[in-house]
């Protein structure tokens, strides 16, 4: 089986993300992002590296940069037995939120040391870890700058912690197979994207800037990023609406105008869409 190299899409605030996965649907991936995950309901098998593991309903586990892995739901694979299907939630980080050399910093050691048996994939077995970790995940996601660094060294520190462990796979796999990030398809569309946001763009502008044919570059993102292209660029544009509702005294309809909307109603549906606020609701509640 091939391994799907998978994109994760963070906010621009962050390289930092909690993702919530309703249902385990990704084929075997891997991603630069280190991964910590709780998995909240349902069991089944966690594939990390060369080893396999069950996995069930409260499991803690963390996965190392680009570390293949795969999780498959007993729901999938056994469905009369099983018909719960399972679901989880995972923090992902980006190595270069770290500095670099980290073995040479001492203040770092611990979780350097963390970060390299994650190559291995790590089981975590402390009584009332996933509680802890849950309510962590909660507070660090309505955290900003350095606010949410301080909660992942949180995180990262109490994994450091913990006292019973076990190895997921004999093999340690190292992050050195990186993308080529300059040139690769995910990272050229959002390069155009960020360029042209208050443009009307169209697939096919997008397609012929990456080199791709709009049907192949579509799946493409999809599979390495769990979005389409115009979610993104709804989220680029909303974005920077916040910032103007936010520090400018425009009104709402020349925000929605540069932001790339040329509809006020389409504009107010995006933003509610995104931020599950009205834009005047954003403004009145940022500005308290």
Do not use: W
């Not at 795969?70 to 037995?81: D, I, M, R, V």
């Not at 975590?124 to 955290?143: A, M």
């Not at 992050?175 to 946001?197: G, I, K, M, Q, W």
């Not at 012929?208 to 292209?229: E, G, H, M, N, W």
């Amino acid at each position: 089986m091939g391994i799907l190299e998978r994109k994760i899409i963070h906010d621009r605030t962050t390289l930092c993300s909690r993702i919530t996965y309703p249902k385990f649907v990704l084929p075997r991936h891997k991603h630069a992002e280190y991964e910590i995950m709780l998995f909240t309901h349902g069991s089944g098998k966690q594939f990390v590296g060369e080893g396999v593991r069950d996995y069930k309903e409260g499991d803690v586990a963390m996965i190392g940069s680009n570390v293949p892995h795969l999780h498959l739901c007993n729901a999938k694979l056994n469905p009369e037995s099983y018909p719960e299907a399972s679901s989880g939630i995972a923090l992902q980080f980006h190595p270069s939120i770290f500095p670099m050399p980290m073995e040479k910093q001492p203040d770092y050691l611990p979780i350097y040391e963390l970060l390299q048996k994650s190559q291995y994939g790590i089981r975590f077995l402390d009584k009332n870890l996933y509680d802890e970790l849950l309510q962590q995940f909660q507070e660090l996601e309505q955290t900003t700058h350095t606010v949410r660094l301080i909660h992942l060294f949180q995180i990262l520190d109490r994994l450091c912690q913990c006292k019973k462990t076990s190895m997921l796979s004999d093999i340690a796999y190292n992050s050195s197979n990186l993308l080529d990030e300059a040139n690769e398809p995910v990272n050229r569309v959002y390069t155009y994207l960020f360029n042209h946001f208050k443009e009307k763009i169209t697939l096919e502008e997008i397609a012929c800037y990456v080199k791709l044919t709009p049907s192949a570059l579509c799946r493409y993102f999809k599979q390495r990023t769990d979005k389409s292209i115009f979610q993104c660029l709804a989220e680029i544009r909303i974005e920077h609406a916040c910032k103007l509702l936010a520090y400018s005294e425009m009104n709402v309809s020349q925000i929605a105008y540069e932001s790339g909307y040329n509809s006020i109603t389409h504009f107010i549906s995006q933003f509610e869409k995104v931020t599950l606020r009205t834009p005047s609701a954003y403004r009145e509640q940022i500005r308290l």
